[in-house]
């Protein structure tokens, strides 16, 4: 034993180095390189993403978390909820428990079974019972969209292991598209791959849709969908851009109730007729998706007309002790609409206000010179929906017609504070009625209502834009 002892201590004294440089080499080698390679000689399809916004692994984009994985229903066309993970739900105790039963042989992207004790939604106020077969949900209060909430994708989180020593959370879905890699910046993603059965996606994440076209220009992406602008990109003949309108969203003047000039319903109303308002399909009407099986044509159009405005803001005239000044903020893309917008609105206050001087049944002239508008135009990347007076911007129209917590005023959602009794009472009523009939006809009389108060004027669907270099699509 002294002898072999003597030849391998001899060996590694001279030649130590050297088999330690090869283990670490071999190490590298097959963690870094055989992976990369496998990679290279991979037959898949490769597409490089650009996506807009701050997301983290737990937080991604809707689009990409259906890659990945599938909730316990999906949505149809028109905003119902059908099954998926599910074979099929039950409604019970009035209307307060929704028993789901999952759909066997249904398993996760590491090969374990999804079995209902893995469905891990976490609900506030929430309780969640799992049988061997069923997941039931006992809800506190009842709530007619639940089968539309549980379609949000179900995910697993393991840790696995990362540069040799260190854990990080690996996200597993029960989809076509498994997470590859990822990495973070400050708290938030800046690059996911995912693998799919021909293809491999890489996603990466930009903050403004300007950081995005630099990164298009640059080369480290072939793709940018659902873009509100085309940028500059318009003139490279290497590229193609689809337009698309996207009804499920719309752009508005969102008015803030609580400031004392907007409280009075006929300003609101005079500055909508001001608005001229597209004649095409791009045309928006109200909250609810035209596309939505909830959607009733049954609300005031508000047809661009000069005429009924300045009726409107002279029936107001007692409400303007000061001449009108207020500030419309915007972001930069709706800029120029903004421009526009102002020019509608000054124009309605020096017709109304020559009309009060010119109309002989008005006796006291004292407040017409107040209805010619002064108006601040502000820009600003992130406008605070806390301190506004009007703001034009765009606005994504729920899945669902329930519309409670932008519209019901004792939620903080409601970032116009609007408040009415009437509305409030349909819109309660509106998430606990489970027969679809009944509640067309209840969110029919919302839309109504809601457009007589005129708490934002409705102007278009926003157009989007998915950009890709010719021979790239997604």
Not at 79 to 100: C, H, I, M, N, Q
């Amino acid at each position: 034993m002294l002898k072999y002892y003597w030849y391998i201590s001899t060996f590694f004294r001279k030649h130590g180095i050297l088999v330690l440089t090869t283990i670490i080499g071999a190490v590298l080698l097959f963690s870094f390189a055989f992976p990369l390679l496998l990679r290279t000689f991979e037959f898949k399809k490769r597409s490089y993403v650009g996506v807009v916004g701050h997301y983290t692994l737990t937080n991604l984009p809707p689009n990409i978390q259906s890659e990945i994985s599938s909730g316990l229903t999906r949505l149809s066309d028109d905003g119902t909820a059908v099954p998926d993970l599910s074979e099929r739900w039950t409604v019970e105790d009035d209307g307060k428990t929704y028993r789901f039963v999952i759909k066997k042989n249904i398993y996760w992207q590491d090969g374990k079974e999804l079995v209902p004790s893995a469905v891990n939604y976490n609900f506030n106020n929430v309780q969640l019972i799992t049988t061997p077969n069923d997941v039931v949900f006992k809800l506190q209060d009842n709530y007619s969209p639940f089968p539309i909430v549980v379609s949000q994708p179900l995910f697993r989180y393991t840790n696995e292991t990362y540069l040799f020593f260190f854990k990080r959370p690996k996200l597993i879905g029960t989809g076509p598209f498994q997470v590859l890699d990822y990495k973070e910046e400050n708290a938030r993603l800046t690059e996911l791959v995912l693998s799919g059965p021909n293809e491999i996606k890489t996603y990466r994440f930009y903050l403004t849709e300007d950081d995005a076209f630099s990164a298009f220009k640059r080369g480290e992406v072939d793709i940018l969908p659902n873009l509100s602008s085309k940028g500059d990109l318009e003139s490279w003949n290497t590229v193609t851009i689809t337009p698309k309108l996207d009804k499920q969203s719309y752009l508005g003047v969102f008015f803030n109730t609580s400031d004392p000039l907007f409280s009075a319903n006929e300003f609101r109303v005079a500055l909508n007729y001001a608005v001229q308002k597209p004649a095409d399909d791009t045309r928006a009407y109200g909250p609810i998706s035209p596309t939505s099986w909830a959607y009733s044509n049954v609300g005031k159009p508000y047809d661009y007309d000069i005429d009924r405005a300045s009726e409107r803001l002279l029936a107001a005239l007692k409400n303007f002790v000061t001449p009108i000044h207020f500030e419309l903020v915007t972001t930069p893309i709706y800029a120029s609409e903004a421009e526009s917008i102002k020019e509608s609105w000054v124009a309605l206050g020096n017709k109304a206000a020559d009309q009060c001087q010119a109309d002989t049944t008005i006796k006291d002239k004292t407040n017409c010179q107040n209805l010619r508008m002064n108006i601040d135009i502000r820009i600003t990347n992130f406008p605070d929906t806390n301190n506004f007076q009007a703001m034009l911007v765009g606005e994504e129209s729920p899945v669902d017609p329930d519309q409670y917590n932008l519209w019901h005023s004792n939620q903080p959602t409601n970032f116009t504070n609007y408040s009415n009794t009437r509305i409030d009472k349909l819109l309660e009523d509106g998430r606990q009625i489970e027969d679809q009939k009944k509640r067309f006809e209840t969110y029919q009389e919302f839309q109504q209502f809601f457009s007589e108060d005129a708490p934002v004027i409705f102007i278009r669907h926003l157009m989007k834009f998915d950009i890709a270099r010719k021979g790239k699509s997604q």
